[in-house]
């Protein structure tokens, strides 16, 4: 059995102002497909004879995700949430566990929920490719055949071939090469025997346990531990957080791969096979515009863009008009709360500008305006001083939690829909164009009982207006 495990759980700072803590690149449409990252991701195992997706997202993604998968009917799929972010090596360990303690011993197939593949005819030739080889014990990991010497991926080195009555080429894996500086790259590119590093895996799950028990016991022990106390939440199933938090924070690559291929008694342990699908991991706005369909001269846009004279850039415009003149090699990405403009050399580096943010404890890098709750959206319009006014929508037979707040009151008008509204011990119906006012410390609840999206206007006013003002007393969604 085939079983796809989809890696949800990146943050993707290198495309702010787009990707954002709360709303990270996975869950975006970058290109010109309607559908996120992930979606595509999803969407590229049909025709591929598999077990329903496992995927693995952190906990504050958990109704993105959710929503995400229910938009494409999957509701066979497993959500298993990472209590918090322990890099690549303990997620992949934690659902191969779970797998062979199911009673299965799937070939698992990793994926990260994040890369752009165009050609899926290629992909799924590469993984036929791959099965063999991974039934037959081997450790498989895909490596991109490179169109340039890119010093932002980690390559792979290929040793002896493994190709003898398979369909594709396929080889040993000599060993894993770190981001290389330019000059390197190209000794790579030259050498003929280099691949990039793609990140996608395929393996049967009992050979990833017992060969990572070898190199990294501890992450197996504490993932037995952190699965010992699973739970399900709704949709969702949850391990023990305090067990999972011992796991150091390594990639599968530090943890297993790389000494596996330096490892001289178990160098035919690992295996890589030729991809050459269109792939890119959408790591930088750079890699954005090398992905992406471009005009004759050499711009991609997107949105409300007029760019007269400018050259072989990429300009996003999400809420408003965006003009250039003159201009050549740059990033130019608005958002409703913030604007990117960098030179194209320089995208990798929107590390340090997100890094200057946090220091200064900006809301921009963490969240959009607009924030998706498993009850529909809420959208800040306007904030000052002590007042903030927000647009909410909720999505048919969806409701808030009861809760109440110390430090502010509100007010809500209605503008579309029907409300159902708990003050207190009263419960009303509010309607278009009608309002009710909520007290400081009033208990209350927020309701869409009817079959059609509830929109209203939010204004809450007082001395403390963000989240950590709302006591939950009920919540539908298990939110404490």
């Excluded at 997620?91 to 303690?101: D, E, G, H």
């Excluded at 990140?199 to 050979?207: C, D, E």
């Excluded at 924070?249 to 297993?256: E, F, Q, V, Y």
């Excluded at 949105?303 to 201009?327: E, H, K, M, P």
Aim: hydrophobic share 40%; glycine share 6%.
């Amino acid at each position: 059995m085939l079983l796809p495990v989809i890696l949800a759980g990146g943050s993707g700072t290198r495309l702010w102002p787009l990707s954002r803590q709360a709303y990270p690149k996975q869950f975006l449409a970058l290109t010109d497909s309607s559908l996120s990252l992930l979606q595509a991701t999803l969407e590229r195992l049909k025709g591929i004879d598999s077990a329903p997706p496992w995927l693995i997202c952190q906990e504050e993604h958990r109704f993105l995700a959710a929503e995400q998968l229910r938009q494409l009917s999957l509701q066979n799929a497993s959500l298993l949430l990472e209590p918090e972010a322990r890099g690549t090596a303990p997620a992949i360990a934690l659902t191969a566990l779970r797998a062979c303690a199911c009673g299965d011993d799937p070939l698992l197939l990793v994926l990260p929920a994040d890369h752009l593949i165009k050609d899926e005819t290629a992909f799924h030739s590469s993984l036929v490719a791959a099965l063999p080889l991974a039934e037959a014990g081997k450790l498989v990991t895909f490596g991109i055949i490179p169109t340039e010497p890119h010093t932002g991926y980690g390559y792979i080195e290929c040793g002896a071939p493994l190709s003898e009555g398979l369909e594709s080429e396929s080889f040993e894996v000599a060993c894993f090469r770190e981001k290389p500086d330019r000059a390197l790259a190209e000794r790579f590119i030259c050498s003929g025997k280099h691949f990039w590093n793609s990140g996608m895996f395929l393996f049967r799950a009992s050979r990833l346990v017992e060969e990572l028990s070898h190199y990294h016991p501890e992450i197996v022990k504490h993932c037995r531990e952190a699965l010992a106390g699973e739970s399900r939440d709704l949709d969702f199933i949850r391990v023990s957080q305090e067990a999972f938090s011992h796991c150091p924070d390594l990639s599968i690559d530090h943890a297993l791969m790389e000494p596996l291929s330096q490892d001289t008694n178990k160098k035919a342990a690992a295996a890589v096979v030729p991809l050459d699908a269109g792939w890119s991991d959408i790591g930088a706005w750079s890699s954005l515009w090398d992905a992406s369909e471009k005009d004759e001269a050499g711009n991609v846009t997107q949105g409300d863009v007029i760019a007269l004279d400018s050259r072989n850039s990429y300009f996003y415009a999400q809420s408003r008009l965006l003009t250039t003149l003159g201009v050549e090699d740059l990033i130019v990405v608005e958002t409703a709360d913030a604007v990117l403009v960098a030179p194209k050399e320089r995208v990798q580096d929107i590390r340090l500008l997100v890094s200057r943010m946090e220091a200064d404890a900006r809301e921009e890098i963490s969240q959009h305006p607009q924030s998706y709750r498993p009850w529909g959206t809420s959208t800040v319009v306007h904030s000052s001083g002590n007042y903030r006014v927000k647009h909410l929508r909720v999505n048919p037979g969806e409701g808030l939690s009861l809760q109440k707040h110390r430090h502010r009151a509100e007010h809500w008008i209605v503008v579309r829909g029907t409300a159902r509204v708990t003050r207190g011990k009263e419960v009303s119906l509010v309607t278009e164009n009608q309002s009710t006012f909520i007290p400081v410390g009033e208990i209350h609840c927020l309701e869409n009982p009817g079959k059609f999206p509830l929109e209203l206007i939010e204004v809450q006013s007082g001395d403390l207006l963000d989240e950590s003002d709302i006591e939950r007393l009920k919540d539908r969604y298990g939110r404490e």
